[in-house]
């Protein structure tokens, strides 16, 4: 009894991350009206907020919704004045959303990878354009809120990157920063990776590049990527993530051995704590996604949409208690 003891210590300290004692229970909440992948959500004013992404015949398209939790219900909120796509960025801060870039079109084609970049204030409904992205690599880009800055960056456009920039909003001025050649290649250059700011520390990791992917890194000070505890479990890419006031969750997406395998869709939901840099297995999801949305407001961490393991874009959303 001892040995079995012994082992199930060794293991869990090979993987990083240990089991709660009870697994966090799920609960099913009203689905969005329609179908949705690839679509991108934010948190503002006490509501999430979905926006474009596909719908289950690969039509594309650009309308917002609102998610209110305390009716759990939903609201479509119209078109908005961007062009549909996929993929889009976006982060909140003071109050307003910068949102934009994303994919429409053909891979290969520059002009498909979008670069335009929005102010939208909930308030008012209202939109005003900024300067657009400095270059071409938008798709599936990771955006961060600073004090009075963004940080973007790790888009695609048919090559792989690291490239970040810095946006000032008072300036309304993009800058690159160099993050990638002091560290000797890390973070990876990869796609498909997710990332939040908690605590106002910003992190990210995950993604593909040949193979998926389980690194996590911190941005810090703007300036340079700091390694930090790897995902445990299966790599992944295309997974979502959210942040609570102390944890990072991140859920599921699609390990990729290499070209030659075939993918497995994940259904795991994991914290990390960025005080320990460590990772905790928290929950199981109903159906494993890729392409999904997370979020979490008022101590509730919120997952769905996306596509499922059988392919088949979905409505239906999720959330545990923090």
């Not at 039509?59 to 759990?72: E, G, I, R």
């Not at 008072?170 to 002091?182: E, F, K, L, P, Y």
Request: net charge negative.
């Amino acid at each position: 009894m001892k040995n079995v003891v012994y082992i199930a210590i060794f293991c869990a300290v090979l993987c990083g991350c240990s089991r709660p004692d009870m697994e966090k229970a799920v609960h099913a909440c009203t689905p969005m009206p329609e179908e949705r992948a690839c679509a991108t959500a934010f948190v503002a004013g006490g509501k999430a907020y979905v926006f474009a992404g596909r719908d289950s015949a690969g039509v594309l398209h650009s309308d917002l919704w609102a998610y209110t939790p305390t009716t759990d219900s939903w609201q479509n909120l119209g078109e908005t004045p961007l062009s549909p796509r996929v993929n889009a960025a976006a982060c909140v801060q003071n109050g307003k959303v910068y949102i934009g870039l994303g994919f429409r079109g053909r891979y290969g084609v520059d002009s498909c990878y979008l670069r335009d970049w929005w102010e939208y204030t909930p308030e008012t409904d209202s939109w005003q354009a900024l300067a657009d992205y400095p270059n071409e690599n938008t798709d599936c880009a990771t955006a961060f809120a600073g004090d009075g800055e963004l940080y973007v960056g790790y888009g695609f456009c048919w090559k792989y990157r690291r490239d970040m920039f810095r946006y000032t909003i008072a300036d309304n001025r993009w800058d690159s920063i160099d993050v990638g050649a002091a560290f000797h290649g890390f973070p990876q250059r990869s796609f498909g990776g997710t990332g939040c700011t908690c605590g106002g520390r910003h992190f990210m990791g995950t993604g593909y590049y040949r193979n998926s992917l389980n690194w996590w890194g911190e941005l810090v000070d703007g300036t340079r990527w700091e390694r930090r505890t790897d995902v445990p479990g299966r790599t992944r890419t295309l997974a979502a993530s959210a942040a609570t006031d102390k944890y990072i969750y991140l859920c599921g997406g699609i390990h990729y051995g290499g070209m030659n395998t075939d993918g497995e869709v994940l259904k795991d939901v994991r914290r990390y704590n960025p005080d320990t840099d460590s990772w905790q297995w928290v929950a199981v999801m109903p159906q494993g996604l890729i392409n999904h949305v997370c979020f979490a407001i008022g101590g509730k961490v919120y997952w769905g949409l996306g596509e499922n393991e059988d392919w088949q874009v979905s409505n239906k959303l999720y959330c545990i208690e923090e």
